[in-house]
T-cell receptor, first 115, second 111 residues
Framework: QQQVKQSPQSLIVQKGGISIINCAYENTAFDYFPWYQQFPGKGPALLIAIRPDVSEKKEGRFTISFNKSAKQFSLHIMDSQPGDSATYFCAASMRTTGTASKLTFGTGTRLQVTL | KAGVTQTPRYLIKTRGQQVTLSCSPI?????VSWYQQTPGQGLQFLFE???????NKGNFPGRFSGRQFSNSRSEMNVSTLELGDSALYLCASSLGSGEQFFGPGTRLTVL
């Protein structure tokens, strides 16, 4: 019940295209859904996060879409750039039970943006 | 503000030894969480400390332990190292309510 399933495992997108990464969760108690970006040799960096009371959140070229009834959320990267090439992780946690800091991560998506 | 710092960045140990990793959170953050990252298991939560108390714990054996000091700095200890403990160990800090910021990690290799 704690799983977060992420797809695809890898993704190749042309420069200027839209990158879409999907995640699905099982535990309906999850109420905080962040996305992290990780470059080789670095720690994950928080990109954008959403709470289930909104269906979409946009920050620059990054958008999270959230579907509470389907228990799914996705990251859209508009106008993808070579500098976006990295591994992306979705995650989920529960704030209400005092476990906000216990993130359950998806398995990651390796994004490559080609010229 | 300075980010999360972790020391050392790289460690090589042999089976059976023990190791201590250190994490300094972002100034003002009282919560420190530890994660293990491996190619096979991905990112897995180890434990979280908040105001010097362990607040949450993941599914790791008792060989993995931690503590937090009054200045919020945290240490993680792994005793009786096994080959499977080779991983990137990440520390994350937060104010306690959700947003977590990760350090660069400590790469542990067990030979």
């Amino acid at each position: 019940q704690q799983q977060v399933k992420q797809s695809p495992q890898s993704l190749i997108v042309q420069k200027g295209g839209i990158s879409i990464i999907n995640c699905a969760y099982e535990n309906t108690a999850f109420d905080y859904f962040p996305w992290y970006q990780q470059f080789p040799g670095k720690g994950p960096a928080l990109l954008i996060a959403i709470r289930p009371d909104v269906s979409e959140k946009k920050e620059g070229r990054f958008t999270i879409s959230f579907n509470k009834s389907a228990k799914q959320f996705s990251l859209h990267i508009m106008d993808s750039q070579p500098g976006d090439s990295a591994t992306y992780f979705c995650a989920a946690s529960m704030r209400t039970t005092g476990t906000a800091s216990k993130l359950t991560f998806g398995t990651g998506t390796r994004l490559q943006v080609t010229l | 503000k300075a980010g999360v710092t972790q020391t050392p960045r790289y460690l090589i140990k042999t089976r059976g030894q023990q190791v201590t990793l250190s994490c300094s959170p972002i100034s003002g953050h009282r919560s420190v969480s530890w994660y293990q990252q491996t190619p096979g298991q991905g990112l897995q939560f180890l434990f979280e400390y908040f105001s010097e108390t362990q607040r949450n714990k993941g599914n790791f054996p008792g060989r993995f332990s931690g503590r937090q000091f009054s200045n919020s700095r945290s240490e993680m200890n792994v005793s009786t190292l096994e080959l499977g403990d080779s991983a990137l160990y990440l520390c994350a800090s937060s104010l306690g309510s959700g947003e977590q910021f990760f350090g660069p990690g400590t790469r542990l290799t067990v030979l």
